[in-house]
């Protein structure tokens, strides 16, 4: 073997190291899974499901700031939020939720010893079977997709806001800075990629789970064919 | 009963739809009261409505080229307003807008048209040059006046009208069935809002119409007739009858029923709405008018100017009613937080893009307008007094 010189060595090193960091970057990034959609009979396959468990939500608002960040959502309004629930002796129900708990909650409004219980209840847009927003838009621009996702389409929507008022939930707000309506989307630009919704990516409790309904092994058929569950509103 | 704190949903910190939203059911309920007054008297022959019917089509007329304004203004993407004509969503009943309002606006101007044809011939036989050539045009190349054709107008004039009345109930109904099919607002979510609305509406016209009829004629410093605005008097004071009526009773129901919903409507009458519905909407502005009105049509006056007086404050008590009726539904409705838990706040703003000097201009626009139709279309042949 030919001596090569310090400098040749350590050049080689260098980019040898350089090109495994960078290899490895795209190797091991890259989460997306083919779930399989490829033609709209595929999209009728998927019937997606979410799960809220108010047992282990901590109230913690990393779900909120994940939402937030992901789909840019503007200042003061919400696609998803933790309300926190303070029952006390009296019978009195005190609910608060600050800046939708984005920053978490701070000190209880009831006093300690007077609490019988308290809990947290995230909530977001329940993609309704038969949507009254869906029902209400003028123009179409409210839909729901194949596989049940209620999404709005922003390049038709007018702006009238009868779907804000219709949803039973006040899930929906107008973006004042584009003129149009908007709402939880399930994150459906990350579930065509086997990606989770931002926000059941960021609880670390679980207390959030999606996934497809049709599907009799998903984790949420599991979930909803061992435990109670309710929904939200149901006489409506 | 739980007793709670106030807490509304974090995007129910504002609410979407403004005083606009206020205006456009008041606009459009004028336009149709005041045209079912002047049906009235080309479909079922009521000679005494005789002198306001073209006053009555022609106000019409002004206040539906208004009715649009608000909406525009509020809407988050007006230059897609087409949109509700060309995809619509026949589900919702916005979508019927465009359409019902089109084809109003058709029967509107056909019938105002054939209406002032003789006038206008008249008119195009007097004068000489470019005038001459624009009534020609407004014509439609068609001068002849005969017998015949007057005999020809009136009966297309009473085909319209009859169309008309059941098309301005849907213009307005339709407004009432958009806040009252709502399941998700337990104060606007009632099958009786339909209803509510188109009787409020004819007392809106009948109001307006008696307001305008006796301010112009004071100005002009003619004679009204009498005739005519006492049957106008009476039936303002039964439509109002009835019109309130139909609200109370609807909230009667709501309240007897004691549904989860009470609770929190009972608080916005006893807190937020206390002084627009309860003192103002009902109190001042229903009663003292029902009273007024029931003087007015049930006991013999000596002097008669003091009865046409009464039946004019009457008429402005009743138009603000009304305004009150549709602030307190569009607004107090969105007041509610649908958690049923608490309360959100609402006043607009002086020059907000949809505030308070941008209402009054919307709301002053249509009777200046009726000023400027009166030089094209004069409304009234009067007596001087």
């Known amino acids: 073997m030919e001596k090569i010189e310090r400098r ?23 989460t997306e899974k083919d779930i399989g959609v490829k033609s709209y009979e595929d999209l009728l396959k998927f019937d997606w499901g979410y799960i809220v468990d108010t047992t282990r939500c901590i109230g913690c608002g990393s779900c909120v700031r994940a939402c937030k960040v992901e789909n840019e959502v503007p200042d003061t309004f919400f696609r998803t939020w933790v309300e926190r629930y303070e ?6 129900v005190h609910v608060d939720s600050p800046n939708g708990a984005i920053e978490s909650f701070k000190e209880n409004n009831t006093k300690d010893s007077e609490i019988d219980k308290a809990y947290f209840v995230p909530k977001l847009c329940n993609h309704c079977y038969d949507s009254p927003c869906t029902q209400v838009c003028p123009v179409g621009a409210s839909y729901t997709s194949p596989d049940h996702v209620v999404l709005i389409d922003k390049k ?9 008022q219709a949803c039973p939930y006040g899930c929906r707000y107008i973006d004042e800075s584009k003129g149009v309506a908007d709402k939880c989307t399930l994150c459906y630009h990350r579930i065509h990629k086997g990606e989770a919704p ?12 999606y996934g497809n309904l049709k599907d009799p092994n998903s984790k949420i058929n599991k979930i909803l064919n061992q435990r109670r569950y309710g929904v939200l509103k149901p006489e409506l | 009963m739980e007793s709670f704190n106030n807490f509304v949903f974090p995007n129910e910190l504002h609410i979407t739809w ?15 009261g005041a045209f079912i007054v002047s049906s009235f008297y080309h479909v079922f022959n009521m000679e005494k409505l005789k002198t306001v019917a073209r006053f009555a089509l022609v106000s019409s007329l002004a206040f539906l080229l208004f009715a649009t304004v608000p909406l525009l203004n509020h809407l988050g993407r007006p230059e897609r307003a087409f949109y509700i004509m060309m995809t619509p969503n026949f589900s919702s009943a916005m979508s019927g807008f465009g359409f019902i309002y089109t084809f109003y606006m058709i029967i509107v101007v056909l019938e105002i048209w054939l209406s002032y044809r003789v006038e206008f011939i008249q008119k195009y036989n007097q004068s000489k040059g470019i005038a001459k050539l624009i009534y020609h045009l407004i014509l439609l190349g068609n001068v002849t006046d005969n017998e015949n054709t007057r005999r020809i107008d009136k009966k297309f ?12 109930c849907i213009l307005h109904g339709y407004v009432g069935f958009l806040f009252g099919s709502i399941k998700a607002n337990p104060w606007w979510s009632t099958p009786l809002m339909f209803i509510i609305f188109i009787f409020s509406a004819i007392v809106s016209g009948l109001a307006v119409l008696i307001f305008l009829y006796q301010f112009v004629h004071w100005l002009r410093k003619k004679m009204v007739d009498q005739d005519c605005l006492n049957l106008m008097a009476k039936w303002l004071w039964g439509f109002m009858i009835i019109a309130v009526t139909l609200e109370l009773m609807e909230l009667l129901s709501v309240s007897y029923e004691n549904t989860e919903r009470w609770a929190i409507l009972k608080q916005l009458m006893e807190g937020k709405l206390k002084i627009s519905y309860v003192y103002l909407q009902i109190g001042l502005f229903s009663i003292v008018p029902f009273l007024m009105l029931t003087y007015t049509s049930l006991y013999k006056f000596k002097n008669i100017s003091i009865k046409n007086l009464i039946i004019w404050i009457s008429s402005v008590m009743l138009l603000l009613q009304v305004l009150f009726m549709r602030w307190n539904v569009v607004i107090g409705g969105q007041l509610i937080s649908k958690s049923l838990r608490g309360f959100t706040e609402y006043f607009p703003g002086l020059w907000d893009k949809e505030g308070i000097i941008v209402s009054f201009l919307i709301i002053l626009v249509p009777f200046l307008l009726l000023y400027l139709f009166d ?3 004069p409304f009234f042949k009067e007596k001087t007094s």
């Open chain 2, 18 to 32: 403004t005083v606009m939203i206020v205006l456009y059911p008041y606009i459009t309920g004028m336009v149709a």
């Open chain 1, 198 to 209: 931002a926000c059941v990516n960021a609880c670390p409790r679980n207390a959030r789970i």
């Open chain 1, 156 to 164: 038709h929507c007018v702006g009238c806001g009868y779907c804000v």
């Open chain 2, 375 to 377: 030089k094209v279309f």
């Open chain 2, 157 to 168: 004039v009473i085909i319209l009208a009859g169309f008309g009345i059941p098309i301005a």
């Open chain 1, 87 to 92: 029952i006390s002796d009296s019978k009195k």
């Open chain 1, 8 to 30: 040749q060595f350590l050049k080689l090193g260098l980019y040898s190291t350089a090109g495994v960091l960078v290899g490895s970057f795209f190797a091991f990034a890259k």
